[in-house]
């Protein structure tokens, strides 16, 4: 796999070839830190960036007339703020559900026909399981941060073109504001 980006989140080789764009009518979740974090890289690279954020039932990068991502470059394609980007954008192509019945945390992979990168990533065993547990650390750190309405919103997101990968159980703090 092709290791442009030290093998830290996504391999530009497989992405820059791919017709689907992630970052189009994605709208991943922001914890108020991570939205902080982005606002102070943004001034810090001397990025201009108009209402970079949305809230709707939950927080997101804003996006454009397209449905695109406010922080993909129009320019050159890529995020201008790939090295802070949201917790689920550096999962990806793992994505989560919170199982309410049993406590449990769930990771799926996207299927390689929505997510090339997926099915690399997949056939590379070594480099999924470290993705995999870089995604695992960023998924917990963010549904331990976002407010309990917020994660009931994201459940109701239906993400069918995935299949499960693991699960853990689901961290104290999030099963208590869940209320579970």
Not at 10 to 38: F, G, M, N, W
Not at 88 to 101: E, L, Q, S, V
Not at 107 to 115: G, N, V
């Amino acid at each position: 796999m092709p290791q442009d980006n030290k093998g830290t989140t996504y391999s530009y080789d497989v992405c820059s070839e791919c017709k689907i764009i992630c970052c189009q009518d994605a709208k991943p979740p922001l914890s108020e830190s991570r939205k902080k974090i982005i606002k102070e890289y943004l001034y810090k690279q001397e990025i201009k960036v108009d209402n970079p954020f949305t809230k709707e039932s939950y927080s997101y990068p804003s996006v454009d007339e397209t449905v695109l991502c406010v922080f993909n470059s129009k320019q050159t394609k890529r995020c201008m703020v790939h090295s802070v980007k949201p917790e689920t954008c550096r999962a990806g192509p793992i994505t989560f559900d919170i199982n309410f019945k049993t406590k449990k945390l769930e990771y799926f992979l996207k299927k390689s026909e929505i997510c090339a990168y997926a099915g690399e990533l997949y056939k590379n065993k070594a480099a999924f399981a470290t993705h995999f547990e870089v995604a695992k650390k960023e998924i917990i750190q963010l549904i331990k941060e976002l407010y309990a309405n917020e994660l009931r919103a994201l459940m109701k997101i239906d993400e069918p073109q995935t299949f499960k990968v693991g699960e853990d159980n689901l961290p104290v703090a999030v099963i208590k504001k869940l209320g579970l």
